[in-house]
């Protein structure tokens, strides 16, 4: 589905990511774990279209996608952002249809509203509320929900743990596992190596903008180098 070969990604002359090349299947969770500047953010904004690259190739469903923007919202793509990004001082509604501005209006964007407030009831108890003002949870959870408003083929995360309280992390990533049983592919990115290795189907690790590990999640999970420098375990 999406194909990233040999990435190079510069900030004026400091060059954030190093020849990655990464792969993502349709109907999987594929997770990259990678510690503080690693990359992370850089890979899924270049995905994106925000960061244009000065080499190498990103493929979407067989055709390269170009770095300009809309493009990739416009093929069925989308982010949810690291500490979400949203319109503070629009309401949870407006935050919702403004995720759904590539499409058409109309019933559509009604029913999609419906299916985002049944995966987060919260929402719907809160839709005048200014977006700014809700916790740190309903926040997450309206990014995510602005994000499927778009009815995207593939959801791209970054750090959606970030800042959570365990139980709702917990509750994120079971968000996530649903979102991909019906049917969407994702790409994560996360600190929280643990979550996001067990619940991949492939990952890979991003070091200083090189991708320096790939494998199956759980097998990853098991790698006693992952284990040292991602999962605090001694040796
Ligand atoms: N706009 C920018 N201008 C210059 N350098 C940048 C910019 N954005 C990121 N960088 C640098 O690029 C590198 C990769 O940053 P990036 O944000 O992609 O890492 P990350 O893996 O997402 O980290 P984190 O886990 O902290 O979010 C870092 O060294 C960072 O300082
Ligand atoms: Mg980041």
Redesign the pocket.
């Known amino acids: 589905m999406l194909a990233i070969d040999r990435l190079c990604v510069f900030?004026?002359r400091?060059q954030?990511?190093h020849d990655v090349s990464l792969e993502v299947r349709s109907g999987e969770i594929v997770s990259i774990v990678?510690?503080?500047?690693?990359?992370?953010?850089?890979?899924?904004?270049t995905i994106m279209g925000v960061n244009r690259p000065r080499g190498g190739v990103i493929t979407f469903e067989g055709r390269p996608l170009r770095s300009i923007p809309d493009e990739a919202a416009s093929r069925g793509i989308a982010l949810v952002p690291?500490r979400r990004r949203l319109f503070a001082n629009l309401t949870v509604k407006e935050n919702l249809v403004m995720g759904a501005y590539l499409r058409k209006r109309g019933p559509e964007v009604a029913e999609d509203t419906e299916r985002v407030f049944r995966l987060f009831p919260v929402l719907k108890e809160r839709l005048s509320q200014y977006a700014g003002t809700l916790s740190g949870g309903e926040q997450q959870m309206l990014a995510i929900g602005r994000a499927l408003m778009s009815r995207p083929k593939l959801l791209l995360f970054?750090?959606p743990s970030?800042g959570l309280a365990p139980a709702l992390t917990e509750e994120v990533f079971r968000t996530i596992v649903e979102i991909k049983g019906r049917g969407t592919t994702i790409l994560l990115?996360e600190?929280n190596a643990y979550k996001a290795l067990e619940m991949a189907d492939r990952a890979y690790v991003?070091e200083?903008?090189r991708v320096t590990m790939t494998g199956p999640g759980p097998e990853l999970l098991e790698n006693p180098v992952v284990q040292k420098a991602y999962l605090g375990v001694k040796t």
């Open positions: 900030y004026g400091i954030a990511l990678g510690a503080n500047g690693a990359g992370k953010s850089t890979l899924l904004w690291e970054d750090e970030l990115a600190q991003l200083t903008g």
